[in-house]
């Protein structure tokens, strides 16, 4: 189950609240993976600068909002105001392997950021995904021009041996504010057709349904259908069409393609699309706006699919687990076992993480697989850790290794209890036993 998101956020801060937007509260079965796609993030030079070094304000943001979750942030790449971001959840880290990031600059003819895409590639289950996030040119003239841009980004190559185009991966997801504009149709007759529910009379007017007939690299893309309101563009905090004094017309500018390789693709009349005997299916289950965002000019779009995958990859490459119970008050073991077809490295580690880490290196303390091995034999391996590097307070934990041949996580233990130390028990008794001492005595009212 794959939630994505697109959003040009016009360089304002995240939002209060983003349950409806994520579907946090919906009563069906959680997501596995969240793609969060924005453009316009604030990329002033000053702001950029400290994005840089530190995560950015939205990074930060929907990592503080999904790890409590249970998901962990997989990649994420920035170019300018472009953002893509990947969640998910831990019990799939150990099945995902080979992330590649990449952008590609085409605004001022290819030397500045401002528009262009960001990508984030890997192989999930051994099937090759490739998400990309464009921010194309703006203006209703300018067809051709976001055309000719989306071209170049598919033409990029990823760093590394073997890695495919992003048209040459298994499943390719294409988003963001892609910028199509409603032509011939004059805006009172947009805004009537709006008001009416009646966007049927719009899309064949749509700059992209129309060079999706015409464009042979654009037909094999799919995209659910449009039964939400053009997206763009919006008096700010509000559900009301431009106002200003440009009085934009309204368009469906924020958009989430998919396209599977060398598949046929049978669309239903339901908009549900199915493959025959594949080792993988994309189905889109829901494709709609959220209108209640109003910090920007632009509605956040959001597709929820699910994918289904026949494993080729069903079993992690490295089991891992703590031995016996842990307390902070003792040096501790961990033991793993490797598939025989794993390549360990002297570089490869093992980390201890809070259950709700945000990131890979959000991890507490770590061992060396190899400088702080005990000993070994052909079924396992021992590592010990440092009681001084274990958190007094003890509490829930869980071992992650990772391979740095790989540049990713390859086996994931099981949450489990770390004893807190002696000393920490007692300051928590002894801050208890303060604060009810300095409570005042119940006062007895009076009349």
């Excluded at 796609?37 to 994005?51: A, C, H, K, P, Y």
């Excluded at 995902?96 to 990031?101: A, E, K, S, Y």
């Excluded at 199915?274 to 709609?288: F, P, R």
């Amino acid at each position: 189950r794959l939630h994505l998101v697109t959003w040009n956020v016009g360089t304002a801060s995240p939002p209060p609240d983003v349950t409806s937007l994520l579907q946090l509260s919906s009563l069906g079965p959680t997501m596995d993976m969240y793609v969060i796609g924005l453009q316009e993030v604030n990329s002033r030079i000053t702001s950029f600068l400290s994005d840089l070094a530190f995560d950015d304000p939205w990074s930060i943001f929907f990592m503080t909002v999904l790890s409590p979750l249970g998901y962990i942030k997989l990649s994420s790449v920035r170019m300018q105001g472009l953002l893509l971001l990947i969640f998910v959840k831990h019990v799939h880290l150990p099945f995902i392997q080979g992330i590649h990031t990449h952008y590609t600059r085409t605004g001022l003819y290819g030397y500045w950021g401002n528009k262009g895409g960001v990508s984030i590639r890997m192989s999930l289950y051994g099937h090759t995904i490739c998400f990309v996030n464009c921010h194309l040119p703006a203006h209703m003239e300018n067809t051709e021009q976001r055309l000719d841009d989306f071209e170049k980004i598919l033409e990029m190559q990823f760093e590394g041996e073997n890695i495919p185009s992003p048209l040459g991966h298994d499943v390719l997801f294409w988003f963001g504010d892609l910028n199509f504009r409603i032509a011939d149709y004059g805006i009172h007759f947009v805004r009537e057709s709006i008001n009416n529910k009646r966007y049927n009379l719009l899309w064949e007017k749509d700059q992209l349904n129309m060079a999706k007939k015409t464009e042979a690299f654009l037909k094999e893309f799919i995209e659910g259908p449009l039964q939400f309101k053009p997206t763009y563009k919006f008096d700010l905090y509000s559900d009301v069409y431009d106002t200003s004094e440009k009085k934009r017309k309204p368009a469906w500018t924020d958009r989430i393609l998919w396209r599977l390789k060398n598949l046929c693709q049978d669309a239903s009349k339901e908009g549900e699309f199915s493959e025959e005997e594949q080792t993988i299916s994309v189905t889109l289950n829901n494709y709609v706006s959220h209108m209640s965002y109003g910090i920007s000019d632009h509605k956040p779009v959001t597709g929820t699919f699910r994918l289904e995958l026949k494993p080729l990859l069903s079993v992690p490459l490295v089991m891992l687990n703590p031995e016996g119970e842990w307390s902070a008050e003792r040096d501790v073991i961990i033991r793993y076992s490797a598939v025989p077809e794993f390549l360990s490295s002297a570089w490869d580690w093992i980390g201890l993480f809070k259950v709700a880490f945000r990131h890979v290196n959000d991890y507490v303390t770590y061992a060396w697989v190899e400088d702080d091995e005990i000993s070994s034999n052909k079924d396992s391996k021992q590592v010990y850790m440092s009681a001084a590097e274990i958190p007094n307070t003890g509490g829930e934990f869980l071992l992650c290794y990772y391979s740095n041949n790989l540049q990713s996580i390859v086996g994931i233990s099981e949450p489990f209890q770390i004893q807190p130390s002696r000393t920490s028990v007692e300051k928590d008794l002894t801050q208890e036993e303060n604060s009810w001492m300095q409570k005042p005595d119940n006062l007895e009212s009076h009349d």
